[in-house]
């Protein structure tokens, strides 16, 4: 491969961003690592920052972005891989510091790549990507607090997202009753066929006056909005319950007291998918291969890498919904 073609974001004289499809030299990209030959990426939010020029996310430009790529092997020259083995990798510096997978090809260090499972396609790996590894992380940390189906229902906020999606889709395949809070009331049928028992109103609930505490209504949570949103989650939970504290789409501050920790000892589970270890994260691609196996269509959208920047202004406005699998 002499040339290749990728999505470039670039920051112009005025500190202004645009991301565009360009063709590139191969020395783009670093000489060692494992070569990978993407079939297939998808859109975080991470990328929406990524590509916006955040200098939080992204410190050189100009940059690929893309946090998520599945492809094969193309050549490794720490030998780990042979040539043609069907490989992803999400997460580590993929797409923030090194140049990600909105392109046709990445190459990175072999410890952060995953070998695909047999029964898990480019395609479907690539459909759960990111958002799907941390909602199974997410479900992960729940079980393994105790959180059973049998103690009541979960709670997942910004229900609409990747993140959101995939835990409804998870919780209704696993026989957990799940809660769906949006704020998207034209998404409500959609949410009720994923799984979700009821939907609760985003706007509704941040609109309830502040309490020490509220009745206990919640066995679990999985919280993708972090601030505001997420001290109400915990203020609602039961005796024993848990939040998985996945994301900061709504805010970073957690104006809380101790008493629901201390008078009902509720747990919150930091979830972050991005640098956990190799081990875990081929774990749990095992069980979602095999065990928690999802049929995500309906909530992918399929689009090209031309489409990509478009879909990621979306994102970033918080207008988008589902999950962006981007064909390479
Ligand atoms: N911890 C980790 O390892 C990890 C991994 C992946 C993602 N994340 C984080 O998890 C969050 C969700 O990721 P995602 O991929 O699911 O993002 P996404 O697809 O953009 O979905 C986020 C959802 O949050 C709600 N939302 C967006 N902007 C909001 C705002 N300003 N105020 C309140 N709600 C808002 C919307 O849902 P409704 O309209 O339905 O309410 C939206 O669909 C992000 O903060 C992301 O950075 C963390």
Redesign the pocket.
Known sequence: MRTFRALVTEINAEGQSATKLQTLDRSFLPQDGVLIRVEYSSL???DALSASGHKGITRHFPHIPGIDAAGVVEEDVSTTFTKGTRVLVTGFDLGMNAHGGLSEYICVPADWVVEIPNALSTRTAMQWG??GL?AA?AMDALLSNHVSSDKGDILV????????MISLCLLNHLGFSAIA????PE?EESLLELGASRVLS?QQFAEEPVRALYSMEYAGAID???GD?LVQVVKRLKFGGAVAV?????GVELPLQVYPFILRGVRMLG????DSPLAYKQQLWRKIANEWTLNLDSICQEINLEDAPHYLEN?LA?S??GRYLVKI
């Open positions: 975080n939010y991470k990111t958002a941390t992380m906020t910004g229900a609409s997202g990747g993140v959101g809070l949006s704020g998207k998404l985003r993708t909005l972090g949103y996945c994301g900061m789409a709504a979830i972050y998918s991005a994102m918080g988008s919904s």
